[in-house]
């Protein structure tokens, strides 16, 4: 099918989080590049990813990774030209696979030109695309957001003499959307890049476009409104492309960025994410089935993206200061570990590297309800360095081997814009790609083979959920149906054995049969189903009725 033809390809996407400048350094400068990344494609398309997700690619002084950009319409030199990037998409769309790039719409880098022109002088024709003021009071309802950062969103500009506002870094100052003139240039953007055939966009910081005195400036109905144009927009000149938001609010405030099917196709589940690490150490499915009852309904053609970790510290804003606390004790008690108001750490040494408990955190990921999004490197349980700053401890390149800078490239080790992880545990002569392809048992083989099973059917991507609540509630059961095909899935949250009686009544008659082995389970019969698990054991059965 050609790609674009299924225009709800979203729902069965398993995506694959990587920054390019990570992964595959190609002609040894130390930074990683689209030839690169293009060269690893087919590693990606072995794993049996569908999608990947590329970090900002932009020129970037590159303060805060790119986030911070300086012009929209080209790559930054060190990751390889525009046609390498075209070059890139293509060969991934030969392999099925969509590309889904990033576009940071609410800031720039206070390098890119546009703000050069704002800062000018007060009368300069761009001075309105930002936002200025003359006080630093202006919006005190406000959060900061890098409170590690930042003391203020106000910054002073020497040059104008009067303050802007930024959400984040104080060299990134937020565009003013009150401007139709942002607007429409803020479209001709994304038009660009959707006319070289990009599949996606995950729009970053959305919550956060408009400003209003005497409100808390996020999720505001002037933001929805400019959202959904864009949307328009998109819908009329290029159907099948999908926007995913990043929106790190509570359920009841991302659901309006998904509107009637007008606005965002996807969004992050960021409430759902902490909780499934609360529910993991506290050995209860409470967190976890008590945040997906407060989610509420979304429209037919829309889909959560899940993910347990990304490039940013696993963020505890969505919690209650007493899940935060316990989730520091829990997961930082060394608070070098801790940023803003999260924990900058990888999945496997967050999961102190018990195997056990890594498939199982990734066996809820690709069985609840949304698009699983893999964080490079997670695959093969990499490690973390929380000596680099920022967040740049869960960024350090891919380890591919047990050679040379680990097979990320062949320059100097001084040279690398990061170093490679090299602890006895995690370091890369211990963990890499090599080594767990040639190993059967290997963590990578393993997600190679649930990403299969998950591939086997529409039902996790498409289905609903019912949750059962059989009366040991370390066990963590759920139902996932589409059309006449049922998925039951059963997790063991603990580190102990377990017996689980489920209330199957209304698939009496039918047979289980386990998923990754098809092999059969006794059948459904009047009485609740009785199952053993091991420790953090989890199953899925598909509900055959023969
Ligand atoms: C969210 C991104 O995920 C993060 O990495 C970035 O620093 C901020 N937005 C600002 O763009
Ligand atoms: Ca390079």
Redesign the pocket.
């Known amino acids: 099918m050609p790609l674009h033809q299924d225009v709800l390809w979203y729902k069965d996407a398993i995506v694959y989080q990587v920054h390019v400048r990570t992964f595959q350094d190609s002609n040894g400068d130390g930074i990683g590049d689209f030839p690169g990344l293009e060269e690893k494609l087919d590693y990606l398309l072995e794993l049996g990813i569908n999608a990947i997700w590329l970090m900002p690619f932009f020129p970037s002084p590159l303060r805060?990774?790119g986030?911070d950009i300086a012009d929209y319409s080209t790559v930054h030199s060190s990751y390889g030209t525009l046609e390498d990037f075209r070059k890139l998409l293509g060969s991934a769309h030969d392999r099925g696979i969509r590309v889904i790039i990033e576009m940071?719409l609410?800031?720039t880098s206070d390098q890119h030109p546009w703000f050069q022109e704002s800062r000018s002088s007060k009368d300069n024709p761009r001075r309105d695309w930002y936002v200025w003021s003359d006080t630093n009071t202006r919006y005190q309802g406000t959060r900061i957001i890098f409170l590690d950062a930042e003391t203020s969103n106000w910054a002073w500009d020497p040059i104008s003499t009067s303050y802007y506002w930024h959400r984040?870094f104080s060299h990134?100052p937020d565009l003013n959307y009150d401007n139709p003139a942002v607007r429409e240039q803020m479209w001709n953007v994304m038009k660009f890049w959707l006319e070289m055939g990009v599949d996606a966009f995950r729009l970053?910081?959305v919550p956060y476009l408009v400003e209003r005195e005497g409100t808390n400036c996020e999720n505001l109905l002037e933001t929805h409104e400019i959202l959904k144009e864009l949307r328009r927009q998109l819908d009329e000149h290029f159907p099948g492309r999908m926007l995913l938001a990043?929106a790190n609010q509570w359920p009841a405030d991302l659901r309006p960025y998904f509107g009637d099917g007008d606005e965002f196709h996807m969004a992050f589940h960021f409430p759902l994410m902490p909780r499934m690490f609360m529910g993991l150490k506290l050995e209860d499915r409470k967190p976890i089935t008590e945040i997906l009852q407060q989610t509420p309904e979304i429209p037919p053609s829309c889909q959560w993206s899940l993910f347990l970790r990304?490039?940013?510290e696993l963020t505890l804003e969505m919690v209650t200061d007493e899940e935060r606390d316990y989730m520091y004790d829990m997961y930082a008690q060394d608070k070098t570990m801790r940023l803003n108001l999260g924990i900058r750490r990888r999945l496997a040494p967050l999961l102190n590297n018990d195997r056990r408990r890594i498939e199982l955190m990734n066996g809820m990921l690709m069985s609840l309800p949304g698009t699983p999004i893999i964080y490079y490197g997670d695959e093969i349980g990499m490690g973390d360095n929380i000596n680099l700053g920022d967040?740049n401890g869960v960024r350090t390149p891919m380890q591919w081997s047990g050679e040379w800078n680990g097979g990320f490239s062949a320059a100097d080790p001084e040279h690398l814009y990061a170093p490679l992880i090299q602890d006895p545990v995690y370091g890369y002569p211990a963990v890499n790609v090599l080594r767990q392809k040639a190993s059967e048992h290997s963590l990578l083989n393993w997600m190679r083979s649930i990403i299969t099973v998950r591939r086997s059917t529409a039902v996790f991507g498409r289905g609903s959920i019912e949750f059962l609540y059989p009366a040991n509630h370390r066990i963590l059961a759920y139902v996932r149906r589409l059309g006449n095909e049922a998925v039951l899935v059963v997790n063991n949250l603990s580190g102990t054995a377990q017996a689980v009686e489920l209330d199957l009544r209304r698939y009496k008659g039918n047979i289980l049969i386990e998923m990754s082995g098809q092999n059969m389970f006794p059948r459904v019969g009047d009485q609740p189903y009785l199952l053993t698990m091991g420790p953090y054991q989890f199953y899925w059965f598909r509900l055959r009725r023969v």
């Open positions: 805060d990774d986030y940071v609410n800031h984040f990134q970053d910081a990043e990304n490039h940013d967040r």
